[in-house]
């Protein structure tokens, strides 16, 4: 496992691209090395922003992303859950959170539009909350840190209307 790394992550981004855009450069500014989105992008527009943003990243299938399915293989979006590794770190991730089982390192899940981070063991599980600020008047996203081979998770998050990104460490 690398001893520091920063992976952005967001979901629910709907057709909010302005809003998907801001949360990807401030995931972008705070250092992300890595970009994990988990569903809801719902247009192919939102998959080249996260292609033009310049980091790896990867996606999967949200309950919105039907019109998605087609451009299988042109874009790292995959079906859930979905494992993959980075830099030593097991990951799975899905939209629905229907496997909601601790047989990763990290757990990310989304579709509720609410912001959760729970530690079970050695696990960890992560929702981002929401990027189109519909559920409630925020966006949100969150940085997993691993800092000395431990994680660390910072929530960020600003009314949709506002230019400053607010942020908590929540572990």
């Known amino acids: ?4 790394l920063k992976i952005g992550i967001l979901s629910d981004s709907h057709r909010k691209t302005k809003l998907h855009i801001e949360a990807i450069n401030h995931l972008k500014e705070s250092g992300a090395e890595y970009l994990l989105h988990a569903g809801d992008l719902e247009t192919k527009e939102h998959l080249d ?16 992303d039907t019109l998605l399915i087609p451009l299988y293989g ?3 979006i995959y079906r859930e859950p979905h494992y993959f590794d980075i ?6 991730m899905m939209h629905m959170p229907y496997f909601l089982n601790p047989d990763a390192d990290v757990v990310i899940s989304a579709h509720t539009h609410i ?4 530690m079970r063991g050695d696990t960890l599980f992560i929702n981002p909350g929401e990027v189109c600020a519909r559920e409630k008047p925020l966006s949100e996203c969150v940085m997993l840190e691993i800092v000395d081979g431990l994680f660390r998770v910072v929530h960020y998050f600003r009314e949709a209307n506002a230019n400053e990104w607010q942020s908590r460490v929540v572990l």
Do not use: D, H, R, W
Request: aromatic share 12%; net charge positive.
């Open 1 to 4: 496992m690398k001893k520091n």
């Open 49 to 64: 922003i996260l292609k033009e943003s310049g980091l790896p990243y990867i996606c999967v299938y949200g309950n919105n």
């Open 74 to 76: 042109q874009y790292p």
């Open 87 to 92: 830099e030593g770190i097991k990951i799975k």
């Open 115 to 118: 912001f959760e981070v729970e």
